[in-house]
T-cell receptor, first 113, second 111 residues
Framework: EAGVAQSPRYKIIEKRQSVAFWCNPISGHATLYWYQQILGQGPKLLIQFQNNGVVDDSQLPKDRFSAERLKGVDSTLKIQPAKLEDSAVYLC???????????FGPGTRLTVL | AQSVTQLGSHVSVSEGALVLLRCNYSSSVPPYLFWYVQYPNQGLQLLLKYTTGATLVKGINGFEAEFKKSETSFHLTKPSAHMSDAAEYFCAVSEYQKLVFGQGTRLTINP
């Protein structure tokens, strides 16, 4: 069974630029999560999808971050415009349903200069 | 709201020695508790989890953790450290289907 795929693995941009990350969850997993992991900290949930609907986006900075999961499968997280403090690893995870184990992708390391 | 505190951002042990990583949590409901491991440039991998039932939970790679409700703790242990155990370890609590992570403990193994 293939794991959670993320791309790109690394991205370097300048502040005020835009960036997008892509995630393809494990086949059949209905729930998809995006986390932000700042260096030296634990992952923080940004947004949680159940199929193509948003379950929780209370910690997503909606003035600059957006995410979608249009067909209930893969997902895109966008930052527009980026700030220096957005430098972090963005992790995608998926699970069969809300109560099941989450499986994590390798992450995208974003550096904002 | 639930929270997790991991005591010690960095733990160093000798190969073959006991590994003890500490985790305390707060939760307003009976918690689900997890330990994840993260190797460099990789995602998180589940080591073990406590949901209900037996309070001593065994996980992969020889790790185990004990849920102690009276102490609100879920410490991770391994009797004998191996060089391959060097990684970052995260304790997490789940409440209402959301995972809240501690800040992590970096484990270094000395030969």
């Amino acid at each position: 069974e293939a794991g959670v795929a993320q791309s790109p693995r690394y991205k370097i941009i300048e502040k005020r630029q835009s960036v997008a990350f892509w995630c393809n969850p494990i086949s059949g997993h209905a729930t998809l999560y995006w986390y932000q992991q700042i260096l030296g900290q634990g992952p923080k949930l940004l947004i949680q999808f159940q199929n193509n609907g948003v379950v929780d986006d209370s910690q997503l900075p909606k003035d600059r971050f957006s995410a979608e999961r249009l067909k209930g499968v893969d997902s895109t997280l966008k930052i527009q415009p980026a700030k220096l403090e957005d430098s972090a690893v963005y992790l995608c995870a998926s699970s069969r349903s809300l109560d099941n184990e989450q499986f994590f992708g390798p992450g995208t390391r974003l550096t904002v200069l | 709201a639930q929270s997790v505190t991991q005591l010690g951002s960095h733990v160093s042990v000798s190969e073959g020695a006991l590994v003890l990583l500490r985790c305390n949590y707060s939760s307003s409901v009976p918690p689900y508790l997890f330990w994840y491991v993260q190797y460099p440039n990789q995602g998180l991998q589940l080591l073990l989890k406590y949901t209900t039932g037996a309070t001593l939970v065994k996980g992969i790679n020889g790790f185990e953790a004990e849920f102690k409700k009276s102490e609100t703790s879920f410490h991770l242990t391994k009797p004998s450290a191996h060089m391959s155990d060097a990684a970052e370890y995260f304790c997490a609590v789940s409440e209402y289907q959301k995972l809240v992570f501690g800040q992590g403990t970096r484990l270094t193994i000395n030969p």
